[in-house]
C-alpha cells in the first residue's frame, strides 16, 4: 500500500501504540522482535503483532528471521518520512516508561504492582526495585516507584497524602515518574517544589523525575540511577 504522508500522519495520529512501536524499530539498528517491542512497552505480543502487521501493510517496514525469531526494520527509504511523523506526534506513555523501568539495567529485584501497607492503608505499587548484598537476602533494601501521566493539583495532594502513610512501610526511598504525556512541566514543578517542601518531614528519601518527549530514555536511566543510589545509601 503507497499512500502519502499526510495519509500517513492520519493513521499514526489515532494510534499512539502504533507510535511507540515505531518509535522503537526506527531506534533499534538491528531492528526489534515482537516480543522485545512487548516487552518495553509492556504491552502483550499478540497486541504488537498486529500493530506490526499494520506496519507492514503500510509498507514502512521489512522483516528478517534468525531462528525462530522475526525482527522488524524500517526500509530506508521510508525511514526519514516515518522520522518526520514520530518527531510531530510521539509522546512516551505510562506503559512505554513503565516497560522501561520494570528491565532495569541493574542488579536489582524487580517486582510489580506490589501491595505495601502503610500507617493506616495498604497500597498498591507500581514498581518495586529490591537489593541485597547478602547471599541469603537479610537486610534487603526497598524502593517504590510509581509511574504517572495527567498530572493535576488533586494527585498532587493524593500524592503527598499517600507519602505520609506509606513511610510505616519502612522503604529506603519513594521515586515519583511523571510522563510528559498530559503533564506540563509547570505542572510538574509545582509537584517538586510541594516535595520539596514536605521531604525533611518523612522518614525515607523521595524524588520526582519528569520523562519527557524529546529524550525519555535520559530520564528514565537517571531515575534508574537515582533509585540505584537510594537502595545502596
Known amino acids: 500500500m503507497q499512500i502519502d504522508e499526510l495519509e500517513l500522519y492520519s493513521i499514526f495520529k489515532t494510534s499512539p501504540l502504533l507510535v511507540e512501536a515505531t518509535k522503537l524499530i526506527v531506534q533499534a539498528e538491528g531492528g526489534m522482535s515482537v516480543s522485545e517491542i512487548a516487552n518495553r512497552l509492556h504491552k502483550k505480543a499478540p497486541t504488537i503483532h498486529r500493530a506490526l502487521q499494520k506496519l507492514r501493510s503500510l509498507s514502512l517496514v521489512s522483516t528478517g528471521r534468525e531462528g525462530r525469531t522475526v525482527t522488524y526494520r524500517v526500509l530506508p527509504g521510508k525511514k526519514d518520512v516515518v522520522e518526520r511523523i514520530l518527531a510531530r506526534l510521539y509522546y512516551p506513555t505510562e506503559s512505554f516508561v513503565t516497560g522501561e523501568l520494570i528491565h532495569p539495567s541493574l542488579n536489582v529485584t524487580v517486582k510489580q504492582n506490589e501491595e505495601v501497607r502503610g500507617m493506616y492503608f495498604k497500597h498498591n505499587i507500581d514498581i518495586i526495585y529490591e537489593y541485597s548484598q547478602e547471599v541469603k537476602l537479610k537486610n534487603i533494601s526497598r524502593v517504590a516507584i510509581e509511574v504517572q501521566s495527567n498530572l493535576a493539583g488533586e494527585t498532587v495532594f493524593a500524592v503527598v497524602g499517600r507519602l505520609f502513610d506509606i513511610q510505616a512501610a519502612e522503604l529506603d526511598g519513594f521515586l515519583l515518574v511523571v ?3 498530559g503533564t506540563s512541566r509547570q505542572s510538574f514543578l509545582n509537584l517538586e517544589n510541594f516535595l520539596n517542601a514536605v521531604k525533611n518531614k518523612l522518614d ?3 524524588a520526582a523525575i519528569f520523562v519527557e518527549k524529546k529524550d525519555p530514555l535520559i530520564a528514565i536511566k537517571e531515575a ?10
Open 179 to 181: 510522563v510528559e504525556d
Open 224 to 233: 534508574q540511577n537515582l533509585a540505584a543510589s537510594m537502595l545502596r545509601r
Open 204 to 206: 525515607m528519601p523521595i
